[in-house]
T-cell receptor
Framework: TQLLEQSPQFLSIQEGENLTVYCNSS?????LQWYRQEPGEGPVLLVT?????EVKKLKRLTFQFGDARKDSSLHITAAQPGDTGLYLC????????????FGKGTHLIIQP | NAGVMQNPRHLVRRRGQEARLRCSPM?????VYWYRQLPEEGLKFMVY????????ESGMPKERFSAEFPKEGPSILRIQQVVRGDSAAYFC?????????????FGPGTRLTVL
């Protein structure tokens, strides 16, 4: 079973600061997805990265997939209180495996 | 286009009762996945279904749990003789085709509490 380790587990910063959260594995994934989950709701997809070294930008969010497709990072520029939430990374193994493998998430709090 | 629908959103059962969780995939999606999220844990894959077929149930407990996705109607996750350890949030996701080519879209979840 492949595992995804997310760090940090908890992060609380002031509005306007930058931050990076990480998603690491010793295994290769065919694709990796980042989700954001609000309390009491389901995960909402932010981005899917497929190619090693790929970088995708979504407004103030920048997602990078490692060259070896084993790790990923999410960088938020000028964080806003609305960015507060649980950020989950999920990997797809490919090769016939069907379910996503999720990390435990990073709980992010942006204080005004 | 409506998203993935799950009902009920909250379900309370006493030990020994049965729980039925329903999931209606997004329109045009024929692939359904069920995940379980325990407190302070990540989402864990349980089962993957296509219409009338279970494709992968490697993440589902062997006893008391079953899933179906009939030709007509929603997918059902059924838990018989619930125990307190079954208390969790159960999420359904759907995709239009095989995972790896399309993204999974999640529903709002059903929060099961076993008293």
């Amino acid at each position: 079973t492949q595992l995804l380790e997310q760090s940090p587990q908890f992060l609380s910063i002031q509005e306007g600061e930058n931050l990076t959260v990480y998603c690491n594995s010793s295994s290769v994934f065919s694709s990796l997805q980042w989700y954001r989950q609000e309390p009491g709701e389901g995960p909402v997809l932010l981005v899917t990265v497929v190619t090693g070294g790929e970088v995708k930008k979504l407004k103030r969010l920048t997602f990078q997939f490692g060259d070896a497709r084993k790790d990923s990072s999410l960088h938020i520029t000028a964080a806003q209180p609305g960015d507060t939430g649980l950020y989950l990374c999920a990997g797809e193994e490919g090769g016939g495996a069907d379910g996503l493998t999720f990390g435990k998430g990073t709980h992010l709090i942006i204080q005004p | 286009n409506a998203g993935v629908m799950q009902n009920p959103r909250h379900l309370v059962r006493r030990r020994g009762q049965e729980a039925r969780l329903r999931c209606s995939p997004m329109k045009g999606h024929s692939h359904v996945y069920w995940y379980r999220q325990l407190p302070e844990e990540g989402l864990k894959f349980m089962v993957y279904l296509q219409k009338e077929n279970i494709i992968d149930e490697s993440g589902m407990p062997k006893e008391r749990f079953s899933a179906e996705f009939p030709k007509e109607g929603p997918s059902i996750l059924r838990i018989q003789q619930v125990v307190r350890g079954d208390s969790a949030a159960y999420f359904c996701a759907s995709s239009p085709s095989l995972a790896g080519r399309d993204t999974q879209y999640f529903g709002p979840g059903t929060r099961l509490t076993v008293l």
